[in-house]
Every structure is written in C-alpha cells, then in structure tokens.
C-alpha cells in the first residue's frame, strides 16, 4: 500500500483514534507538515499566515484574554492551515489523488457494512451515536464511524462524492455507478440533512449549469426519472428523513435550530463584550461566553466546554466583523484565482463549502481545511467544464476513476 493512500485512511478513519478530547494525528505532526511544507516552497504562506495572527493578536491584547487558552487555540488553528497546505500540495498530482478516492470509497464500503453488523452488538459504540435527532427520531442511531459526530463524517464523504459523481457523470455504466451508490448509503447512514442538502443543492446547481449546451436528451430524461422517483419516494412514504424534513419545514427540528439561527446570536452577544471589529480573540469562547452560552443555550453538561457550531458565527465572536469580512475577501479571491468556475469537480468543491459555512463546521475543521484545497486545485483537467460531455454514453471516454491497486 503507498504512503499516500496510508495517510489518507488515517485522516479519514482513525485522526482522533484514542486521543484526548481536541487532538488529533494530524495536528501532533504539525511540525513535520511545517517542515515538509517549507521544504516545497510553503514558507511564505505560514509567514503570510504569521502575520495576520499577529496583527489579531495586538488587537486583541486590549480585551486581556486568557493567554494559555488563546495560544492554544492559535495552534490548532495553525495546524489545520498546514494541513490545508498539505492537501492542496499533495491533491496536484491527479493519479494519486484518484487513487486515493477511489481506495477511500472502497473502505467506505466495507466499513458500512461491518459497521452495520456492529449495530447490534455491544461495540456499536464505537461507531454509531444514538441520539434524540429531531420530535419523532429520539433515540436514533446515526454512523460516526470513528469520528466526533455524525456530521463531521458525511463532510468527510464530501470530496469522495464528487469525484464518484462527476466520474460517473461522464459516463453512466455499472462500474460507475457503483461508487455513486456507496456513498449514497454511507450519507443515509450518516443522516447529516445539512450534508445531504447542501450535496444535493451543489451537485445539483453544477450539473444544470451547461443543461442546455451540452446534455443529451436521450441520456438526461432517464436521470430526471430517477431523481422524481427518489423524491416521491422519500416525501410520500414514512421514513425518517420524511420525518425530519417535515420537522425542518415546521420549524421543529433543533438540531438545525442550533446550527443556524441560535449560533449567530450567541456569536452576536459574545463579540459585543468587547470591540466588535476584533472580536473577543482566538479560544476565548468557552470563557468570556460560557456563562451566556449555558445560561441561552441549555444542553451543555456542567464540565462540558461550550463552543459555537458554525464557522461563521465563531468567526464573528473570536475575530469580530473584520475577521468575518476577511475571511470573505479570501473566498472571492480563491474563487477568481483558482478558476474555480472552470471545473466541475473545483465548483461542486467550492459551492458546496461556501453554503455549508452558513450552517456548520468550526474554524479548526481538518474537514473544511480539505474541500477548500481540493476547491482551490485544478489538477483533475479530466473534469474541465470545456472538455467534458456529460451524460455522453461513449465507450470512448477515458476512464476517470483509477483502480485502487
């Protein structure tokens, strides 16, 4: 097996494997990612990065935050712009890369179902989180698989989805199809309905960008077929993604209730205790907005760490209205430097990143840190928007999908 897809299944399967709360592989081997990194030419962007921290951290000695939990929090913060760095390095190299998905897809695969064989046994533990999701779902089990939550692994699925899909799109057969369905199962499994959502709105508002120049009718009506099955399917029979849609639309379901409209409140108050430009500074959170956090949002256990699970939100309290500003001037610029719009697999990246920050995610998310790089790259040209016919039917399409081997 090669290093590469190694490091693969460890960040996607064992990251935080017998760690203490908070850590993770990846961040314990920030300094060898540092050095590789500037070994390749990075040592300007962890300057660049050194910089800006710097300049935060001025602005904020003013609000007297407590300095060993800021530094620490600067640290992590660090090391998932390192191992951004990384993946965006590593991901130029479109062989590999493939390989890597594809071999990713296949443990996906066999993971699922041993975990499903879990399920009733003992160590399910291990892998599923039992919860009360939504009114009608209390005590429902969802697949973590080695991960914090539920969610944190429908994002890893994420940049294996696209590439299956796209793959798949080029060309529509059976060994095609096969990844698209596993990883299908592996997000029900999950039952993220952001994840599932935002992957649904992106693939889908990728896909129709070109309908009319470069779709097929022949091969186009076959798939909206499909799509109308799935979704009467889904809307008019009783299961429980029908169960919290509805509870989405009735305004019942508290899981999205926590991840949108509560966290932008709570960020809103916890910036203002001090300047609402700068924020209250890196970490600081779960001390100067414990005590606002427990006393509005209840589901915190006494010796819990409170936090704020939106990146938006937590960058309005811990960077105020110009780290929240900033963070968008990056974005636009990512968009236009990378050529994100020439690339179906770099748009469906980034589109489905952008909409996700509104409702998730946090600012040290190794996650996040991997769809902005793989955004951010144009090393699969197999799936320029100029060059690839979807939906084509052609026995003479190069493959996309390396074999794992």
């Known amino acids: 097996m090669s290093r590469a897809k190694i490091l693969a299944a460890l960040y996607f399967f064992g990251n935080t494997v017998g760690l203490p709360a908070g850590l993770t592989f990846t961040g314990l081997l920030s300094p060898f990612i540092a050095l590789w990194l500037a070994l390749r030419g990075y040592l300007k962007h962890m300057l660049l ?17 407590d300095w060993a939990t800021y530094l620490s929090s600067s640290a992590l913060l660090f090391s998932t712009y390192l191992f ?19 071999f990713l897809t296949r443990c ?3 993971a699922s179902l041993i975990s499903i064989c879990l399920y009733l046994t003992p160590l399910r533990h291990w892998v599923w989180k039992t919860e009360d ?4 779902l209390e005590g429902f089990s969802r697949l973590t698989l080695f991960t914090y939550e539920p969610s944190y692994f429908a994002t890893l699925l994420v940049p294996l989805w696209f590439f299956a899909f796209w793959n798949w799109a080029a060309n529509p057969n059976r060994q095609r199809s096969t990844p698209v369905l596993i990883l299908l199962l592996a997000f029900l499994l999950a039952f993220s309905l952001g994840v599932i959502a935002i992957v649904a709105l992106s693939t889908a508002f990728c896909f129709l960008l070109d309908f009319r120049k470069r779709y097929p009718g022949k091969r186009v009506l076959p798939v909206l077929l499909l799509v109308l099955l799935v979704g009467a399917v889904v ?13 989405v639309l009735k305004g019942e379901d508290h899981s999205g ?39 509005q949002w209840p589901v915190w256990a006494p010796d819990e760490p409170v936090r704020i699970p939106n990146v938006l939100a937590e960058s309005i309290a811990c960077a105020g209205y110009i780290g929240f500003v900033l963070r968008f001037l990056l974005l636009i610029w990512l968009f236009f430097a990378s050529r994100v719009y020439r690339n179906y697999y770099q748009l469906s990246m980034f589109v489905f990143a952008f909409l996700y920050q509104f409702q998730g995610s946090f600012m040290t998310s190794l996650a996040e840190a991997t769809l902005w790089a793989l955004a951010a790259n144009p090393s699969l040209v197999s799936f ?18 390396e074999p794992a081997g």
């Open 49 to 65: 990065f050194a910089v800006c921290w710097v300049c935060f951290a001025i602005a904020h000695t003013g609000a007297r935050p």
């Open 84 to 102: 951004g760095l990384f993946v965006f390095h590593f991901s130029k190299q479109a062989q590999t890369l493939s390989q890597v998905f594809t």
């Open 108 to 110: 996906v695969f066999i």
């Open 133 to 136: 999701v939504t009114p009608g």
């Open 235 to 247: 809307m008019f029979t009783e299961n429980p993604l029908r169960t919290r849609i509805d509870n």
């Open 257 to 295: 209730m926590n991840r949108t409209v509560v966290p932008y409140t709570l960020a809103i108050k916890i910036n203002e205790m001090e300047n609402p430009l700068w924020g209250v500074g890196f970490g600081q959170i779960k001390i100067k907005g414990d005590y606002v956090i427990r006393e």
């Open 384 to 401: 320029n928007r100029g060059e690839m016919k979807l939906l084509s039917g052609s026995k003479n399409v190069k493959p996309l999908l």
